[in-house]
């Protein structure tokens, strides 16, 4: 059974920078996307970003210019590095783990706070 550990949620102020972090159990992760996702209060789960092992990014269109995602395949882990944040990004964002063909194989984190606001 994967596991996923987020960590690095807080309060920012708005234009602020925040750093995500996720860590996968298991072995090879090589066919699985790695992402993140968020929720706000009374709006449904939503992507932010996604990486493929080979590194192929996806993005948010909110996300686009602000936020990186990386991927380290050694250390099973995926960040999220956040900037020029918004009182809008408020949500708990939750690490993803997704296997590019079998959908059944989706692995989610437990969710992280990250608040933006002065």
């Known amino acids: 059974q994967v596991q996923l550990v987020e960590s690095g949620g807080g309060l920012v102020q708005p234009g602020g920078s925040l750093r995500l972090s996720c860590a996968a159990s298991?072995?090879?992760?090589?066919?699985?996307?790695m992402g993140w996702y968020r929720q706000a209060p009374g709006k449904q789960r939503e992507l932010v970003a996604t990486i493929s092992s080979g590194g192929t990014t996806q993005y948010a269109d909110s996300a686009k210019g602000r936020f990186t995602i990386s991927r380290d395949n050694d250390k099973n882990t995926v960040t999220l590095q956040m900037s020029s944040l918004k009182p809008e990004d408020t949500a708990v964002y939750y690490c993803?783990?997704?296997?590019?063909?079998?959908?059944?194989?989706?692995?989610w984190g437990q969710g992280t706070q990250v608040t933006v606001s002065s």
């Open positions: 993803n783990l997704r296997h590019s063909w079998r959908p059944a194989f989706e692995y």
């Open positions: 298991g072995s090879s992760l090589s066919l699985y996307f």
